[in-house]
Antibody, heavy 130, light 107 residues
């Protein structure tokens, strides 16, 4: 079974740091980009960022709201993705979901089109900044 | 950033009804549009990519359409397990952005 399990959430004071982990199983972890999405209490989904697979460069992208404060990394040997959060603010309070990100292929007129999607989600871990 | 706007924000429907949710992008995103379903207290579930392609394992009750700036998600015959919140998301340009969600409730 393909599965993602987040850990590391908790209560943290403003200005402090916290590291979340996301452990994947049931698939070849290193073949996929891994992302993070958060959801503030009673609110919608907010994309946080992702890290590409090593074979597509291993680079990262971030939302403006977290750029410079959050860092995504990965250890493919352990099938773990990390979200290092620093200089935390009260507005970072949310459930944080780990996602497996993949390109889904659609073939039209013999041309391959690639559509990025978050196709597997973890159960989420709660971060409270207070 | 590309803004995604869904309508309505919520709706009430009977089991068996046909339901349509609209998502509008602030600029053309071709068909780089995904849909997700989220039930209370649960993680979102990936439903549709490329505006109209059903993810493996998703019921054929769900369908998507649209291109450019206007998209729809349709549930052909609403079932009890379909009551949830639905989000659209553009994958045309980073940063990825979501609509605010449409909550589908039981009438």
């Amino acid at each position: 079974e393909v599965q993602l399990v987040e850990s590391g959430g908790g209560l943290v004071q403003p200005g402090r740091s916290l590291r979340l982990s996301c452990t994947g199983s049931g698939f070849t972890f290193g073949d996929y980009a891994m992302g993070w999405v958060r959801q503030a209490p009673g609110k919608g989904l907010e994309w946080v960022g992702f890290i590409r697979s090593k074979h597509t460069g291993g680079t990262t992208e971030y939302a403006a709201s977290v750029k410079g404060r959050f860092t995504i990394s990965r250890d493919d040997s352990k099938s773990i993705a990390y979200l290092q959060m620093s200089s935390l603010k009260t507005e970072d309070t949310a459930v944080y979901y780990c996602t497996r990100d993949d390109d889904h292929i659609v073939v039209m007129d013999t041309i391959y089109y690639y559509y990025y999607g978050m196709d597997v989600w973890g159960q989420g871990t709660t971060v409270t900044v207070s | 950033d590309i803004q995604m706007t869904q309508s309505p924000s919520s709706l009430s429907a009977f089991v068996g009804d046909r339901v349509t949710i609209t998502c509008r992008a602030s600029q053309s995103i071709s068909n780089y549009l995904n849909w997700y379903q989220q039930k209370p207290g649960k993680a979102p579930k990936f439903l549709i990519y490329a505006a109209s392609s059903l993810q493996v394992g998703v019921s054929s009750r769900f369908s998507g359409s649209g291109s450019g700036t206007d998209f729809t998600l349709t549930i052909s015959s609403l079932q009890p397990e379909d009551f949830a919140t639905y989000f659209c998301q553009q994958s045309y340009r980073i940063p990825w952005t979501f609509g605010q969600g449409t909550k589908v409730e039981i009438k």
